[in-house]
């Protein structure tokens, strides 16, 4: 069974410029979330998705991020614009439903200069 | 307002001994916990979970022990093998939440 993918692995970027992350989760999985990992953090949940619609969004930062995921599948993760702060490690994981084993991605690790 | 503490950065054991993660929550509305590990350029794998209607879940070599009176849950595992060295992180989620909480990870070193 193939595991959740993410593209790209590494990001480099400046300040104030935007970037995108893809999440193609386990088939099946209807609950796909996303997290950011700052250096020496934990996770942290950025918005979690129920099919395509979002169940919570309470972390995100709605000026600068946005997500979505089409067709209750596949989702993309978008900074615009970035900041130093964003600078981190984003991980996508995905579960057959609510409190289900969430499965990860490598992640994509940003770094913005 | 770290929910979950996980307050050793780091551990080192021995191959073969026993190795002991710690890990407290300050709400007790917390109802299922969740140990999972990293490696490096990886993704977290989840490694086992413990219900708060229980104080003990084992898998393997794996043990989780929960005592909720002092908001305090540990992963011990035995024997200890260099393949487990990796960043182990708690987990919980609150009764009615479906967010799950991390703490900062513990990073385990198992010399051979």
């Known amino acids: 069974e193939a595991g959740v993918a993410q593209s790209p692995r590494y990001k480099i970027i400046e300040k104030r410029q935007s970037v995108a992350f893809w999440c193609n989760p386990i088939?099946?999985?209807?609950?796909l979330y996303w997290y950011q990992q700052i250096l020496g953090q934990g996770p942290k949940l950025l918005i979690q998705f129920q099919n395509n619609g979002v169940v919570d969004d309470s972390q995100l930062p709605k000026d600068r991020f946005s997500a979505e995921r089409l067709k209750g599948v596949d989702s993309t993760l978008k900074i615009q614009p970035a900041k130093l702060e964003d600078s981190a490690v984003y991980l996508c994981a995905s579960s057959l439903g609510h409190r289900e084993t969430q499965y990860f991605g490598p992640g994509t690790r940003l770094l913005v200069l | 307002d770290q929910q979950v503490k996980q307050n050793s950065p780091s551990l080192s054991v021995q191959e073969g001994r026993i190795s002991i993660l710690n890990c407290d929550y300050t709400?007790?509305?917390?109802?299922?916990f969740l140990w999972y590990k990293k490696y490096p350029a990886e993704g977290p794998t989840f490694l086992i979970s413990?219900?708060?209607?229980?104080d003990k879940n084992e898998d393997g070599r794996f043990t989780v022990f929960l005592n909720k009176s002092a908001k305090h849950l540990s992963l011990h595992i035995v024997p200890s093998q260099p393949g487990d060295s990796a960043v182990y992180f708690c987990?919980?989620?609150?009764?009615?939440?479906?967010?799950?909480?991390f703490g900062k990870g513990t990073k385990l070193t198992v010399n051979p």
């Open positions: 987990a919980a989620y609150k009764g009615g939440s479906e967010k799950l909480v």
């Open positions: 709400n007790s509305m917390f109802d299922y």
């Open positions: 088939s099946g999985h209807a609950t």
């Open positions: 413990i219900s708060s209607i229980k």
